[in-house]
């Protein structure tokens, strides 16, 4: 039997007496398989940190049978794909970011969806608005975005996958996919966000006849307790361990995944609900995917972003991701700060909290100016990663007023560190990315770290599984901007990466591993990072603490969102500033929360701590090989 399966092969035997089909079972028929769920295990050995106990538990199987921190990351994120099918899978993209301990290198994968080759520059235009008037028209609803054939990018997950482990792994893909094939096989047990998430999704979901017949079994969502199975995915996933991602690229699955986003699988009895605004109708319009654009897609090899930050060395997700430069940059602006100094009789920091928004807020301006796909915008990410550069944006930060937001972006092409004058404000934008997708931590033994952030952009990707294969297809390019501009670098053109803020980063304190971390949460994914890093670094917080502190992001919009408990502890200390804090969420989710991070911290010697959220959504996972107080 070979390598990992076995960890797994009774558990399965006993559940196959009491399951014989269907996607969801009663408790009673249940898989004992409950694991205990900790936010924070500290060790030796090997350690994990996801959102879930089941791709924890998967990574550490991996790790305690000999196998290496990319080999257990890819195990754990295919574990995801089961057990979190509405935030990453097969049918999304990621950066996935490797700390090498032999050659003590960072390099990272570009894993992120493709806009296909024949997607017009107009694709999100609704024709019904162009008229002699405005004959440039207006973009569907973001709403109507959402649940198209026409926002699903080429996914990038399954070659991230195998060039992760081509580059750094042990074990083929089909030896890393037996974890997730186990647990895609038995079932594992619905939890509350599970639940909650597919209620938020219900409606959409209903629309898709291949979505409702996996997520809505009998008309509703699996209930709490319940044992949720998802044959058609541990098939598909059979299929990638047989043929590699050929079978995915090509052949008859890269068929099936083009017919699906060129002609959705709507059910033809649904009709939107009556609701305040409208429901759009779905789906807006079918995409432009071929089973070439499938065929060409590669994952790219990177390299990483990299700024110095108190003597630390930060490396981050490079363009097209905005992660590694926006967190980057942001770092170089507090760097002359002394924010830890900045602390009241009382503990309180309300003055380094200000600097936190307001150096987000000014590297979010260079991000929306200045970032998108390089292969297809000149990207300076050299000037927003360079010292200098964030030493002259710093002198727009007051340390006693908050900008007037948006502040405008800096001028890569001539920078000496000194004050230019000061720009006027712009007029605000909207930030309308969402919250979702997952992120995963892995450390083994010899010293390899891994971060991987992966993604099908909103919770629920595009609402469309495809058919008989137990995956939804992601709804990425959504994150391009909706209506062209030829001076927007994440304007939408064919062949083209959307611009990410997936920030996976790795941070080294003398050449050695110090601290790994990400977040989901869309564009909130560069602020949670980077406050995360300032909690840990600046403010005194252990790893757990830094985490499960409450959150704000400043995007470089009028209002600070941030979390009931932030506001609660904050709003009163920073509104003399000037900052005003509006709650956290959106349409599509029910929690007001930011991010829901994972980390690792190593050291001293050999010792890690990996950290989850203790709370956010539902809590995660942190495991380590061999736990030690
Ligand atoms: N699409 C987002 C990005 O790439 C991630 C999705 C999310 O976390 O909401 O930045």
Redesign the pocket.
Known sequence: MPYVRRQFAAVTAALAMSVTSGAVVSPAFADPRVIDKTATATGYGGAVSTVDPEASAAAIEVLREGGNAADAAVAAAATLGVTEPY?AGIGG?GYFVFYDAKTGEVSTIDG?ETAPAAMPRDAFIDPSTITPEKPAGSPYSFAALVSSGVSVGVPGTPATWERALERWGTLSLGEALEPAIEVADRGFVVDETFRQQTLDNAVRFSAFTSTSSLFLPGGDAPAVGSVFRNDDLAQTYGLLAKEGTQGFYGGPLAAEIAATVQAPPKDPTWTPPVSQPPFPPLPVPPGYMTTADLAAYRALDQAPTHVEYRGLDVYGMAPS???GTTVGEALNILEPFNLSEMRNPDGTNPEALHHYLEASALAFADRAKYVGDPAFVDVPTAALTDPVFGKERACQLNPTVAALKPVPAGNVASYDGACPAAAAALTDEKDT?????TNLTVADKWGNVVEY?L?????GGSGIVVPDRGFLLNN?L??FSTVYDPTDPNRLEPGKR?????SPTIILKEGEPFLALGS??????ITTVLQTILNRVDLGMSIPAALAAPRAAQRNTVNVTAEPEFITAYGDQLAPYGHKLVPAGDAFTSAAEIGAATAIEFGPGKRMVAAAEPARRGGGSAMVVRPSP
């Open positions: 935030s993209g992120r991701s905005s992660g990315e969402n919250i979702s997708t952030t993604t099908i952009e909103q919770t990425e959504t994150d959307p611009r990410s803020s997936m989901p949460g869309g564009s909130t994914i």
